[in-house]
Nanobody, 126 residues
């Protein structure tokens, strides 16, 4: 069964850090571009960063640049999102997905055939 499962969300104070995990099963993550998305209440889902399977290059949107880092552990079929200096506006449900990560074009493209996790909630509040 093809599946992506996120974990690691929770409640954190402003300025704190979290590391989210995205475990793949039923397919090998090493052959796929991977992206992280988030959706806050009442807002559209946004792609925030992605990693290319071809060369490991990454693309970050401005809101993630300098604070968030994407990485992958192909041996464990897992991708990670390290989030530092968290702000209340980072509060959202975070999702991982297979994507087309176009670093030079600065684009994260999703397709009907992509795999999605169910999300993990991140709340940043004092």
């Amino acid at each position: 069964q093809v599946q992506l499962v996120e974990s690691g969300g929770g409640l954190v104070h402003p300025g704190g850090s979290l590391r989210l995990s995205c475990v793949a099963s039923g397919f090998s993550l090493r052959y796929y571009d991977i992206g992280w998305f988030r959706q806050a209440p009442g807002k559209e889902r946004e792609g925030i960063l992605c990693s290319s399977s071809r060369d490991g290059s990454t693309y970050y949107v401005d809101s993630a640049l300098g604070r968030f880092t994407i990485s992958r552990d192909n041996a464990n079929n897992t991708a990670y999102l390290q989030m530092n200096s968290l702000k209340p506006e980072d509060t959202a449900t975070y999702y991982c997905a297979t994507v087309k990560c176009e670093v030079q074009a600065q684009a994260i493209t999703t397709r009907p055939s992509d795999y999605w996790g169910r999300g993990t909630q991140v709340t940043v509040s004092s």
